[in-house]
């Protein structure tokens, strides 16, 4: 049992950002259905169980939020059946996948939790702001992964519009017509259910876009976030490494310099004429430098 537990860690440590993601939140989802299974068949009141995950789900009352400020986060990691969080797993992985080819694991997880954060807080000031919510804002409450998924949808057309989609129905589509999709679907649907879920897929889907644009402008929005979550890990891995020569140093900055110059310079290029338009020696420069990440 030791060694099957071992081989478990060391597995979900080696993976990607993709999948530890997925994990938590399958984890939390079986963690509460098992559960719930168990007071079901023991005949137990499971009311309180019922309390619990209500502390964990967004409340757009400011007050009722006030008292549960980490629900902006636990929020985005709840589902309340097998098919809302089958869909959202789906398309995280399939979007996650080709995010993390060309922007790396930081970029993927850090686009999910602030994809989820914008979902959230346009969620809450939708429903303090337009009278219409104004006879059900006291006790509405948010909770699933789609906001930080659409995030990813949205970031990932924003950076390869033309990326060619094989869709069962439509055959090859490009991802910025799914993207498009998408965000007017969410638009329009908003009068006629579900409207919270959907005003939180557009501020998810408001931050995919806004990430790239402002990243291809040279300023990286989520910079700070992956920063803060690697410092303990800098802190536990710190080594001393000695140079001999200060030319080494000089030699090491130029040659991350060069590299980024080259991904900015293949990224304008993509922006501009579509991800075809690279040759082969730049799309592998392009998913080796994502690997670094």
Do not use: C
């Not at 939708?126 to 699933?144: C, H, R, W």
């Not at 879920?197 to 931050?207: E, K, N, P, Q, S």
């Not at 730049?282 to 998913?287: G, I, M, R």
């Amino acid at each position: 049992m030791r060694k099957f537990l071992n081989e478990i860690r060391m597995q979900f440590g080696n993976a990607t950002s993709l999948y530890h993601l997925m994990a938590i939140n399958i984890g939390v989802f079986l963690f509460f259905t098992l559960i719930r299974t168990f007071l079901y068949l023991f005949q137990v009141d499971d009311s309180w169980l019922d309390l619990v995950i209500d502390k964990l789900k967004l409340p757009s009352n400011l007050g009722t939020l006030m008292t549960q400020p980490w629900s902006l986060v636990t929020y985005m990691f709840l589902h309340d059946g097998i098919t809302h969080i089958l869909f959202n797993m789906l398309l995280f992985f399939w979007m996650g996948k080709l995010l993390t080819e060309y922007l790396g694991n930081d970029k993927l997880w850090t686009t999910y939790l602030l994809g989820g954060l914008s979902g959230g807080a346009l969620y809450v000031l939708a429903y303090n702001l337009f009278p219409v919510f104004e006879t059900i804002e006291q006790g509405s409450k948010l909770l699933g992964a789609s906001a930080g998924v659409i995030a990813i949808l949205i970031a990932t057309a924003t950076l390869l519009p033309d990326y060619m989609l094989q869709l069962m129905i439509f055959g090859n589509v490009k991802l910025k017509y799914v993207a498009i999709a998408s965000v007017l679907l969410y638009a329009i649907s908003i009068p006629y259910g579900n409207a919270g879920g959907h005003i939180a897929h557009l501020g998810g889907a408001l931050f995919g876009f806004a990430m790239i644009k402002i990243l291809r402008k040279g300023t990286d929005i989520t910079i700070w976030l992956i920063k803060l979550g690697s410092r303990n890990k800098s802190k536990s891995n710190l080594r001393v490494v000695s140079r001999s020569k200060k030319s080494s140093d000089e030699v090491f900055f130029e040659s991350q310099r060069n590299s980024q110059d080259n991904i900015d310079r293949i990224l304008d290029k993509m922006n501009r004429s579509g991800f075809d338009s690279l040759t082969s020696d730049e799309k592998e420069f392009l998913y080796k430098e994502s690997r670094k990440k």
